[in-house]
């Protein structure tokens, strides 16, 4: 039909532009703050796309649903500020019949947002993960590249190297400056520098240099020679692996071991699903367009609607990690009373109901039973 088909194509132009500047505006975010986990020595220079990429994945799910959102408003409104909705309700379309194609084109985003959040986010989380974990179990001095200087993994040290060697594991002219745990602060200096393990710890083996050491609170200083000193730089890979993240974590472990955190990650996963859908309803329930007002009324109400629901979606997520609320409870309070509410609110608009107008017919009818008794 010339309705659904005209309906859909404009969903659909308006979805995709919708997404192509959501994707550009968090993709610019995500850069800079993967730029700066890298600068800060958290991630590898190397695998910055890497890790933007499985970032970016992870949020797909919520660009989707809100580009889903904003695109059914601003196509809505469009016909109501252009006065195509009053064409369509004259020749006998309803607000409800609007439910019919704007349903059908967004079940496959509704499904590709389900796939999303169940399989893609974990499984992105967990490769994210693992990058991070790979550098972080790198000794530190593999973590450095020459000429520059780098925290340590602890974030006491500063390190600088002049030259490596292609294995990563030795290093020229190298420089350390550190802050032990009684304050003392020390500056160490050497020739050269190999990474050795001894027993379950890495220790990074220093040939002909100076150390000095400075006591801040006696302002004492002490310089020494070495031939060969060793300093402790990092553990094994499985002293710093650390366990499973909660959001890398598959759906079917969460729901395997429904501990009160594993609900509560599986409940905003759930959430995010229903949240895309409540979303939709509401779109068709409450969009409408003055034509005299401006056309950033119903963006604002769309993207203070989306936040507001996003927060309590998180804050409910806390509840249920904490043991303050059931599953069951988060699934019916937040998400039961959203659809109740948007299906009210279609039938009030369906049928033209009015607290106001009520209230006038409600006073002319008593008014008029008045007069008629006193007649």
């Known amino acids: 039909m010339l309705f659904h088909s005209s309906l859909r194509t404009e969903l659909a132009r308006s979805f995709g532009a919708t997404l192509v500047v959501l994707l550009t505006i968090v993709l610019t975010m995500l850069l800079i703050r993967t730029l700066g986990l890298a600068s800060k020595g958290s991630v590898n220079p190397e695998e910055i796309m890497l890790v933007l990429g499985y970032t970016v994945l992870g ?46 084109f967004s079940w496959p985003v509704l499904l590709v947002i389900s796939l999303m959040v169940f399989f893609i986010w974990p499984w ?80 990074l083996m ?8 400075a006591e801040v609170s006696s302002g004492r200083i002490k310089v020494s020679e070495f031939e060969e000193y060793g300093a402790l730089i990092g553990a094994t890979a499985a002293q710093t692996g650390g366990g499973q993240a909660l959001k890398a974590r598959s759906t079917w472990s969460l729901m395997s071991e429904p501990s009160a955190a594993n609900l509560g990650e599986l409940g905003w996963r759930i959430g995010i699903i229903l949240t895309a859908l409540n979303l939709v309803l509401l779109a068709v329930a409450t969009t409408v367009s003055n034509p005299r007002a401006g056309r950033s009324g119903n963006l604002m109400f769309t993207l203070f609607a989306f936040i507001l629901y996003f927060n309590f979606l998180n804050i409910g997520q806390r509840w249920v990690g904490s043991g303050q609320l059931s599953l069951s409870s988060l699934l019916l309070l937040l998400h039961g009373s959203v659809f109740v509410l948007c299906v009210v609110w ?15 017919l409600r006073l002319r009818t008593e008014t008029a039973e008045q007069i008629g008794k006193a007649a």
């Open 59 to 104: 949020y797909t799910q919520t660009i989707l649903t809100l580009a889903l959102f904003i695109s059914i408003v601003s196509t809505l409104s469009r016909m109501y500020r252009d006065s195509e909705m009053i064409i369509w309700f004259s020749s006998g379309r309803s607000l409800a019949g609007f439910l019919g194609p704007v349903m059908r």
């Open 206 to 213: 220093l040939r002909k240099g100076q150390r000095l050491e």
């Open 346 to 360: 279609l039938i009030k608009r369906q049928r033209n109901f009015s607290l106001r107008g009520w209230l006038q």
């Open 124 to 203: 992105a989380n967990q490769q994210t993960a693992d990058l991070r974990d790979r550098f972080a179990s790198r000794g530190d001095l593999q973590r450095i590249a020459p000429g520059q200087f780098q925290e340590s993994s602890s974030g006491r040290r500063v390190f600088f190297i002049d030259k490596d060697t292609a294995d990563g594991t030795e290093g020229r002219n190298v420089f350390i400056s550190s802050i032990e745990r009684d304050g003392t602060e020390t500056v160490t200096t050497a020739a050269s520098g190999k990474i050795e393990q001894i027993g379950e710890r890495a220790y």
